[in-house]
Structures are given as structure tokens and as C-alpha cells.
């Protein structure tokens, strides 16, 4: 969206969603029109690091196949408001919606559902149905833009690499906002809201060594070299990732993507249960300056051996390219065609 915006600032953007509307008002610089609502299912999670199958399976049962009324509805909403492009990331209503209101489409995805709950072999009878018809609504979109790393790849118009948001803030300036002197080091441990969990369990061995826990805290707090900041607050995500000197985190789309722009060394806990889960981590292993750790130690405290392991990795040597510029033209190019 920043990147469209970029190349086209008169673009108004309505976004339909349940994420905090307060995670679009951090990244865009301009306004957008919010709207809650649901627009897929994915995985009901039991802990940031397992699922809830029986929970999921529920709640595909009440939201597919999509609500012809809803599907009405927002249809004549984005008619009305002269929509001209319908982008979806992974979520198969907007396809639907697409398909009702005669307004083109984009799917954005590095997986789609169908592959994931089809990894599910215990519960495929169950799944099966949920497969076949998002399989069928995918495939219906107009534009297929794929981005890496890619759990399975398919023909698609585009295919790019990790997209991210921009840092706005150079380095010098984040630290000393945050009372980080030059030269020490600074880990950033990111665990998607979670990540007050997180305890280290031998500061006093790394004397010299800073960690900063976005999400943390309610407020800003500050622990001697431990320092703890809101979810939504005056700090921009990216600028933290490409201050530190390394992050630790769950290997997850939108960490990987931020640190591999980033060219930081990468301490990533790995999330087995999820199919995506492995074709992230051989990426990790394979394009970016990495350490494994385990979901046990990130719980019982990082220790001392394993921080300075991690820092000890040199930043990735090669300029990494963010995929959100060749998505965003790729999505002018659609606009500025006939539609």
C-alpha cells in the first residue's frame, strides 16, 4: 500500500480487516478508510507457537462458503464508492467480492489456505471440503502476484522478493531516542504481541549488550539495559529492526521479511506444527546470517553463549531488494490499464 502510494499519492485505500486499525495508521503516511471486518478464517491459535485444529474447523464451518448477502453488501458498497481494484492477502473474500461487484482482483500470497490446512493429515476429511472451494475461489482472481520465499509456486504475473515496510528513521537518531549509546549492541526480540513473555536469563553476563522488546509493556519502560516499548507507540518497527544488531523472533512471513531487509543476523524460533513453517526456515538458512533457537530456550531465558553467538554473526554482505517496489508497480501497471 505505502508503495502504491508512492508512486501514486492520490490513491485512497479502504481497508477491510480485524487487525488493529492502529497497525495501518503506524505504516501509511496518509489517511485510509477503515472497516472492521472478517474477511477469512486462517488458524485459531491455541499459543503463538501451536494451533487450535478442532477451533479452526469450527469456524470454517460458520464462514464458508462466503455469505451471498455480505457478499451483496460489500459489493454495492465498493460499486458505490467507484472501487477500482480489489487486493487481497491470502483473504478469498475479496475474490468473491471481486466477482460480484465485476471489479478486478490481485491475490497477494506466499501460501494460500487450501495448502495449508491440506498439511493437516489427521483432520483431511474434515478439511477436504474447505480445500476444494478455496482452491476454486483462489484460482478465480484476475492477477496472481506471489512473493517469496514460496510455499508453493505457481504460474503467477509476478513473482518478487520479501516485501516489508520502509524504515524512516536512520539508526543514530533511533538509538539515541531510545538512551542506546553508540557501538553497543542492541537485540531486538520480536514475538508478534507476546514478547512480554520473554526473560533473559543472563543480563549480567553481557555487560555491554542492549535488548529492546517491542510489545512488551503498555508504556515505554526501561530496565537498566532492558527496555520494554508498547505495540503501538512512537517507535516504527522497521526502524528497530534496522537498528539492532540482531533480532531474535518466531520465524514468521513478517519478521523474516523486515530482518532480511534489514541484513541482520536473525535468531529464529521455529514453529513446527505449521506448514509454512519450514519453507521459511530453509529460506532463513540458506539467504540470511542465522542461529536456530529453541522455542524452550526462548521460555526459560536467552543465555549468554547464545547472545553472543548471535552477534557474532556478520550482517548479510549483499544489498537485499524489497519486493514491495515491483508489487507496487505491478499494481499501478494494473491501474493504469482497462479495467
Not at 506471489?146 to 509476478?158: E, F, H, M, S, Y
Not at 543514530?172 to 549492541?185: K, S
Request: net charge positive; proline share 7%.
Amino acid at each position: 500500500m505505502a508503495a502504491v502510494r508512492r508512486r501514486r499519492p492520490d490513491t485512497v485505500f479502504h481497508v477491510y480487516t480485524t487487525i488493529d486499525q492502529r497497525f495501518f495508521a503506524d505504516s501509511l503516511d496518509a489517511s485510509f478508510r477503515y472497516h472492521l471486518l472478517q474477511t477469512d478464517v486462517g488458524m485459531v491459535q491455541k499459543t503463538p507457537f501451536s494451533e487450535n485444529l478442532p477451533a479452526t474447523i469450527e469456524r470454517l464451518e460458520r464462514f464458508y462458503p462466503c455469505d451471498g448477502r455480505l457478499v451483496q453488501d460489500l459489493a454495492r458498497q465498493l460499486t458505490t464508492c467507484r472501487c477500482r481494484l480489489i487486493v487481497c492477502d491470502i483473504a478469498p473474500l475479496g475474490i468473491a467480492v471481486g466477482r460480484q461487484a465485476g471489479i478486478a482482483t490481485v491475490l497477494v500470497e506466499n501460501f494460500t489456505w487450501d495448502w495449508v490446512y491440506a498439511g493437516y493429515r489427521n483432520y483431511q476429511r474434515e478439511l477436504a471440503p474447505f480445500c476444494r472451494y478455496l482452491q476454486e475461489l483462489f484460482a478465480a482472481a484476475d492477477f496472481h502476484l506471489q512473493t517469496r520465499p514460496l510455499c508453493r509456486p505457481a504460474a503467477a504475473d509476478i513473482t518478487t522478493d520479501p516485501i516489508s515496510r520502509l524504515p524512516r528513521t536512520d539508526a543514530v537518531t533511533l538509538r539515541r531516542r531510545l538512551g542506546i549509546p553508540p557501538g553497543a549492541p542492541l537485540v531486538v526480540v520480536t514475538l508478534g504481541g507476546t514478547s512480554r513473555l520473554f526473560a533473559f536469563s543472563d543480563f549480567s553476563a553481557c555487560p555491554d549488550v542492549y535488548v529492546v522488546i517491542p510489545g512488551g509493556a503498555e508504556a515505554l519502560t526501561v530496565e537498566g539495559r532492558l527496555i520494554r516499548l508498547p505495540s503501538h507507540g512512537d517507535i516504527f518497527h522497521p526502524d528497530l529492526i534496522h537498528a539492532a544488531d540482531a533480532v531474535v523472533g518466531k520465524v514468521g512471513y513478517s519478521t523474516l521479511a523486515e530482518v532480511y531487509a534489514a541484513g541482520v543476523p536473525f535468531g529464529y524460533v521455529t514453529r513446527p506444527g505449521f506448514r509454512e513453517s519450514a519453507v521459511l526456515e530453509r529460506f532463513v538458512a540458506r539467504h540470511m546470517p542465522s542461529l536456530q533457537i529453541s522455542k524452550q530456550a526462548l521460555e526459560t531465558g536467552l543465555t549468554a553463549a547464545v547472545m553472543r553467538h548471535l552477534l557474532s554473526l556478520p550482517r548479510s554482505a549483499v544489498k537485499q531488494r524489497n519486493g514491495a517496489d515491483p508489487a507496487g508497480d505491478f499494481i499501478c501497471s494494473i491501474l493504469e490499464g482497462p479495467l
